[in-house]
């Protein structure tokens, strides 16, 4: 399964899901936890299929022997899992509909649990009892299992984890405040792994969530495995003090194939993983200003004393009176931010590495805070500094800032980077980062690093890409072309409508016809790449052929601008004839094709263009493929330079601002401005006609 598959997969299941909950009376908190069981419990099915043959026949081959053991204890040894004929995901999908399926998945959660005792306790069970509360949600449990039967009996986990995660990341949508308490979004905690880079070790999350920080974790190591000779073994350990979190966690743990421990406690007051100096890595998006944290819980628990504790005198009221009737006076933290930054520097072992979500006023906190920021910059154990995009959380608007510590620093320099206006826009309310600018970020940690090699590998990879994609393109434009002449010679347009369509034709087809050169040049690029060349001349090759795509792009969409202008004017021709006839309009179906087919190409030439864009915003710069500071993006700051800047950590104060340009010509843009007129005169003008129409209507109602 591709992955353009896989996205219309999980677009189609959770489609079809929503659409369920949306006729039911359930909420969707009361919803997430059973659609999620329903998907582990297809995964422990198409995995225990797998294994399926092989378990018989090695029963089969020991039954009557000495040697000879039960078909569940083989199961367990070869897959994890023993599924009973009760629980197997067939026998309830073919349940009949006057059963109590409800009960029946129940049934097949509490026989899986008895086979696994990592998941005692954690599948949802009575859950599934809020299905039979109303006869408006009795079908449902049928119509999940049938909804969630697609997914192909071959996938993998891999598929399953993914699946996973989508409809975590729709319900912590869905939910609200509440959703996004367990729930990072993946851009997020992709970034955050791509700059950490774990490479196997135990990695430690104090508030877990659903578990994520640890799925990437183990995304980033599967990829990265070829690259590593070290330990690509991993071991999670998390705390999260809601059950119900708890319970999706260990879910996710359990359909992504990872060994770990999830533990149910409050991380200001329990310490279950005796976390000091115990993680080569750590990873969370912690809550933010929590205000009620006592004093005395944390003042002596190294895991918070040990660079300094925030402290601000607050009056709270105590459950116990004090004397002459009044309540004791109860110190707690200003408020918890500084409590996790101290969390994190002190569980890292010697040489490990943490990153940590933040509220951006953390960035210039005062007082007490700041004193506990100084040291840290002091022992140097901060890496660096990221300003996140706003909208990037389902619950927090504002830009929040990712915190980078490494107790292996080499040098004593903090390295800024402010990643504000990179992001790409999903609605108008959220935003996400593209896997492509997740690596493009990652390359300035690595540059810094002095890993060039990485560099020159990742432009390369771009210029495949778009390549690629290019090729795509080119080959459905012959039967646009055809389209376009069939439609011009149906529509017997006047003459110089007609001969500018074929103009704009004539100038698309022969702008494509450079391809073929642009293509020798890439196949050039990509056996030459092969050979020992230095960084520097990878370099300077690239930026040699990515400069040869710029006329091509500016002299396509000069072409797919023009065929959509003579498009456009021939509609417009066609309207006032009819016009200038009496009669109305009517829009001819294979204009509407060639219409959607011309958008198509312009949408296919968009998305190749974009991988030379990204080359493009790395070689403006990084010029040399090699770490230098970029106003309005990154600086590499020294101590002196944030002692002067009264210890702050909030980038904004040393990458300082560019104004970021819009990529247009000036006769692009007025182009633009003069279309926008024509389209608002257009509209304006049929404004007023219903305004004609609706007074002649009232008129005739009303009688005045």
Known sequence: MNRDQLKKLENDLWSAADKLRANSDLKASEYSTPVLGLIFLKFADNKYRQHEAAIKQEFKKLQGTRRERSEEKIAIEKCGFYLKPQARYDYLLNLPEKENIAKAIRAAMASIEKTKPELLGVLPQEEYDRFTRSDKNKHIPKDLLKLFSDIPVDATGDVFGQIYEYFLANFALSEGQGGGEFFTPRSVVKLMTEIIEPHG???????????????????FILQHQADKAADLDVFVCGTEKTLETVKLAKMNLAVNNLRGDIKQANTYYEDPFNAFGAFDYVMANPPFNVDDVTLDAVEKDRRFNTYGVPRNKTKAKASGGGKGGKEKAVETVPNGNYLWINLFATSLKPGGRAALVMANSASD????????????????????????????FYTVTLPATLWFFDKGKTDEKVL?????????????????????????????????????????????????????????????????SERLLAVLAEEAADAETSQAAHNAITALQAQWGQLAALQQAQAQHERTRGQKHSVDDRNAAQHTLRARFTPFFSGLHAAVKALDKAIREMDKRKVEAAKADGRRATANRQTKGVKAAVQALHDELKAAELYYQHVSWLQERFPKATYEDVTGLCKLASREEIAEQDWSLNPGRYVGVVMEE????????????????DELAELQSEAHKLEAVIARNLAALTGL
Do not use: W
């Open 416 to 480: 800024f980077i402010d990643a504000r206006n990179i992001f790409t826009q999903v609605d108008r309310a959220h935003r996400e980062l593209s896997d492509e600018q997740i690596q493009n970020i990652a390359l300035i940690p690595r540059l810094h690093k002095g890993r060039r090699q990485e560099f020159v590998d990742q432009v390369d990879r771009y210029l495949h890409q778009g390549m690629a994609q290019l090729k795509e393109a080119a080959e459905h434009l012959p039967a646009l």
């Open 662 to 677: 819009d990529g247009k010509t000036e006769e692009e843009f007025l182009m633009e401005l003069a279309e926008a007129g």
């Open 365 to 392: 906190a005062r007082h007490s805070e700041a004193d506990i920021r100084r040291t840290l910059i002091e022992q140097n154990l901060i890496y660096g500094m990221l300003t996140l995009p706003s909208n990037l």
């Open 201 to 219: 070790g135990k990695v430690f999350d104090p508030a877990c969530g659903s578990g994520g920080m640890f799925v990437q974790s183990a995304d």
